[in-house]
């Protein structure tokens, strides 16, 4: 692989330990031991400005919750960025734009990334303002902090990368890639508990197979998933 096939992911948070566990395991785990991903998790408490290591503070105009202060992120960041060119600094927020499919694809082909993951009640908008280039939401939801956002989209984008899967093509068999569902599939046995594998997945004629599942994506997109059509 050359170099130009490697990326590398910078995680900005305020809880690493929601994150580092994951790296190691499974695909994540392996892309990085094959030097194909290199994930780095920075904790932004580092970056605080006072002993006791506050990186947040009441919001301007009252209000309940905590604000991440401008501060630790600039400092974090224009590190990075002095160091290295970097493509996206994604911020992962409930009100960014809805993750799929298309924009893991996109950031995959990328070379360097910083992953903002938020905290508390947010962050100042002068951070977004002047460092984020994208908002990513992974739904209509919130959680805690953007910790496991980041991770997802981490552990999304490093699936897609050349070498990482033990078949080329796996990936792009799954939801979404093509648009629509991804079809049932069976393995052994061939009957269990009266239940049998459909008689074209055992038929050996890969052009019948393969047009069998095609129908099959298209009718549970259909069922489940019919503003995918459009």
Not at 56 to 84: N, Y
Not at 93 to 120: C, F, W
Not at 172 to 194: H, I, K, V
């Amino acid at each position: 692989m050359s170099d130009k096939e490697k990326i590398r992911i910078d995680i900005i948070c305020c809880a690493p330990a929601l994150i580092e566990p994951a790296l190691d395991v499974s695909i994540l785990g392996k892309a990085r031991s094959k030097g194909i991903a290199t994930i780095v998790v920075h904790n932004l408490h580092d970056y605080a400005e006072d002993k006791f290591r506050h990186i947040d503070d009441t919001p301007f105009g009252g209000g309940a919750g905590m604000i991440i202060k401008c501060a630790p992120v600039f400092s974090c960041i224009e590190k990075l960025q002095a160091e290295r060119n970097y493509d996206e600094v994604i911020f992962l927020t409930p009100d960014g734009n809805t993750l799929n499919q298309s924009v893991v694809t996109e950031l995959s082909m990328k070379r360097n990334l910083i992953l903002l993951a938020g905290h508390y009640k947010g962050i100042d908008q002068r951070i977004r303002d002047m460092l984020v280039t994208r908002e990513i939401s992974i739904g209509d939801y919130v959680l805690t902090g953007g910790e496991l956002p980041a991770l997802i989209l981490t552990d999304a984008i490093t699936r897609l990368l050349p070498g990482v899967l033990g078949d080329a093509e796996s990936a792009f068999g799954d939801s979404f890639q093509t648009g629509l569902l991804d079809a049932p599939y069976y393995t052994r046995p061939a009957e269990f508990r009266g239940l049998c594998v459909p008689d074209v997945l055992l038929s050996g004629d890969h052009a019948k197979i393969a047009r069998w599942r095609e129908y099959q994506s298209l009718l549970k997109t259909t069922e489940r998933r019919p503003d995918l059509l459009s």
